[in-house]
């Protein structure tokens, strides 16, 4: 009886230590005041969600985003909205070491005042983690999409069909800069182009500063660029900017 009861302890004492040094589920949350420009113009709330859930070698990684905003015309006494966009990402890495790692990824983005009524893309790729230290994270991320753009008009001018299905590719870089203790400098880029129109592709760039208030909560401004080539005839621009201050929760 003493063996088993010594070698349960024994587990439970090692179970506790694994459980210690294992990387925990992250969250990084955002309520932000908005200032978008390009095909609209609006102030308002935005909400950004983040989740790193690492488990062995694997990790799963998330992050949504949502932009609405809902404007009264005091002349007419009509609400109209100005704004109608979420995009939303989940990341499947597997690493074989610190450097790379195997990635699957899915993503979907709606935005009511854009050329698409929806985007959507998933396929495999790889990360390459050029250095990692204790001031400077460096990634590179690539991916062969199958992705599917739903047009609010036709694609071609000699088809009736508005979704459009082709083979694509991603490339991404995603910086971090740890400038002081408590303030980090963030910078993402990101390029997504159709392999047989070269013509279809999509740009994106996100800079942003944090500075930490406490062991969970900060303060942070950020300014992203969208840039779509082939916009439909009657959007006015071809490039979308939001920026945001904004409270950030990481528990």
């Known amino acids: 009886m003493k063996k088993i009861v010594s070698l349960l302890a024994l587990i439970g004492l090692l179970t506790s230590l694994m459980a ?6 992250s969250t990084h949350a955002e309520l932000s005041y908005a200032n978008t420009g ?11 969600l983040k989740l790193n859930i690492p488990f062995y070698s694997n990790e799963v990684r998330f992050v949504g985003n ?19 966009r979420w995009d939303a990402e989940l ?12 990635n699957y990824i899915a993503g979907a983005k709606g935005d009511k005042f854009s050329t698409f009524v929806y985007q959507a893309y998933t396929g495999p790729g790889g990360i390459w983690t050029t250095f990692k230290n204790d001031a400077h994270d460096l990634k590179f991320q690539g991916n062969i ?12 001018a000699d088809s009736n069909d508005t979704l459009h299905s082709y083979a694509a590719y991603q490339i991404s870089m995603d910086y971090t800069f740890q400038i ?13 182009s159709e392999f047989e129109d070269t ?22 401004v950020s300014y992203t660029i969208d840039y779509t080539n082939n916009k ?12 945001l201050a904004s409270l950030i929760a990481d528990f």
């Not at 210690?20 to 589920?25: G, L, T, V, Y």
């Open 20 to 25: 210690e040094d294992a990387p925990k589920m």
């Open 38 to 48: 390009g095909n609209t113009e609006s102030q308002d709330i935005a909400g950004n």
């Open 66 to 84: 949502v932009l609405y905003s809902n404007n009264k015309d005091f002349d007419t006494n009509v609400t109209s909205t100005t704004k109608n």
């Open 91 to 102: 990341n499947y890495d597997y690493n074989f070491n610190d450097t790379w790692a195997f």
């Open 145 to 156: 999409l199958w992705a599917w753009d739903e047009n609010r008009e036709p694609y071609q």
């Open 180 to 192: 002081t203790e408590s303030t980090k400098f963030i910078q993402y880029l990101m390029y997504r």
């Open 199 to 220: 013509t279809n592709y999509f740009g994106k760039s996100k800079t942003a500063v944090e500075a930490k208030m406490s062991d969970i909560f900060s303060l942070g």
């Open 232 to 243: 439909a005839d009657d959007v006015r621009s071809y490039t979308d900017s939001v920026f």
